[in-house]
């Protein structure tokens, strides 16, 4: 079954020390791939995506994603973290350009000062 | 510039009572609209998305509906809430010149 798998439930991480969040997929082909973060009790905000080209995706707070076609992943990273960074962060697939979004169970990151 | 607007914020209904939440986007025409739930706890699950005026995709049989009387008007409704209703829902357009899913701020609802 098509799915989105991300490994880690619940990550803790130090204040100023680098993130790496994992994704991986089950598609056949190459979806449009995106990371999105919610505060609690937020909506969701879109951090990055990735379409096609490099495979290296910058987005907004200072994250980074890299898409590895062939571990079918896509890991958000963050070289150093800020308390402002704790959050609940979600990966998500469009399979089809338009058709839906699928999403990952998340991952709940807690920052420790 | 394109926004979406959801309400209310905060819903707290008996069991057995109707709902009616709405989702409206400004600045975009013929969206994709979407309506997602987050139970507590878990991740996000699709519920409905409509490509246009009067066509509903659902994803998961339940107990609610979706229509979508104008092109940016999106309700989800139920004529008797359960239990298992109570949630974080969230309405989601596609669309835009910078091609990606835009999310409402959510609708925390709680069935007693």
């Known amino acids: 079954a098509q799915s989105v798998t991300q490994p880690d439930i619940h990550i803790t991480v130090s204040e100023g020390a680098s993130l790496e969040l994992r994704c991986n997929y089950s598609y056949g082909a190459t979806p449009y791939l995106f990371w999105y973060v919610q505060s609690p009790g937020q909506g969701l905000q879109l951090l990055l995506k990735y379409f096609s080209g490099d495979t290296l995706v910058q987005g907004i707070k200072g994250f980074e994603a890299e898409f590895k076609r062939s571990q079918s992943s896509f890991n958000l990273r963050k070289p150093s973290v800020h308390w402002s960074d704790a959050a609940e962060y979600f990966c998500?697939?469009?399979?089809?350009?338009?058709?839906?979004?699928?999403f990952g169970g998340g991952t709940r990151v807690l920052v420790k000062p | 510039s394109q926004t979406i607007h959801q309400w209310p914020a905060t819903l707290v209904q008996p069991v057995g009572s109707p709902l009616s939440l709405e989702c409206t986007v400004e600045?975009?025409?013929?969206?994709?609209l979407y309506w997602y739930r987050q139970a507590a706890g878990r991740g996000l699950q699709l519920l409905f998305y409509?490509?246009?005026?009067?066509?509903i995709s659902s994803e998961v049989p339940q107990n609610l509906s979706a229509s979508r009387p104008q092109d940016r008007q999106f309700i989800l409704s139920s004529k008797k809430l359960l239990l298992s209703d109570s949630g974080f829902y969230l309405c989601a357009w596609l669309g835009g010149n910078d091609y990606g899913y835009t999310f409402g701020s959510g609708t925390r609802l709680t069935v007693v």
């Open positions: 600045g975009t025409s013929n969206p994709n």
């Open positions: 998500a697939v469009d399979e089809a350009a338009g058709n839906k979004l699928t």
């Open positions: 409509s490509v246009g005026i009067g066509q």
